[in-house]
């Protein structure tokens, strides 16, 4: 049977590509908190995202001063990445460097716009992350 491992470049495409993550932090004593999130990556950058400043995620976060992210294809053939890795930056998010980006890539850019005109992403932070361990499957691979 041949490896449904991707390759580096695979693996990088396919978190490029628009989903919706799965955000896992450790909690102590705990389980890790796992939530669904919108995210930025661009193959051999950070992976960047967006959260509000008194949040659950925003605490843990700075605890841990690490997270992974998961995302996935539901249908066959599925596929997945996994990645974790340090925080390497976290800072005020900028609306139009940060807030107005992201929700094009998830919205359009005519719903992007009306999303962020009409919240207040301005209290946000953005948290960037360098992806150190790659997990992934493409079981489209094993015929």
Known sequence: MESVSMTEVERQEFLAQVHV????????????????????????????????????KAKLLAEAGRFSLCVQIEKPPYRYVSVEGPIVETRQCDIEAD?????????????????????????????????????????GKDG
Do not use: F
């Open 21 to 56: 993550g799965v955000l896992a932090i450790e909690r102590k004593n705990r389980a890790p908190l796992a939530v669904p999130i919108w995210y930025r990556y661009e193959p051999g950058g950070m992976l960047n995202v967006l959260i509000g400043p008194d949040s659950l």
């Open 99 to 139: 807030a107005r980006p992201m929700a094009h890539r998830y919205l359009g850019r005519k719903s992007g716009d009306l999303y962020v005109e009409e919240g207040d992403d301005s209290t946000m932070i953005s948290v960037s992350m360098r992806p150190e361990n790659w997990y992934s499957a493409d079981y």
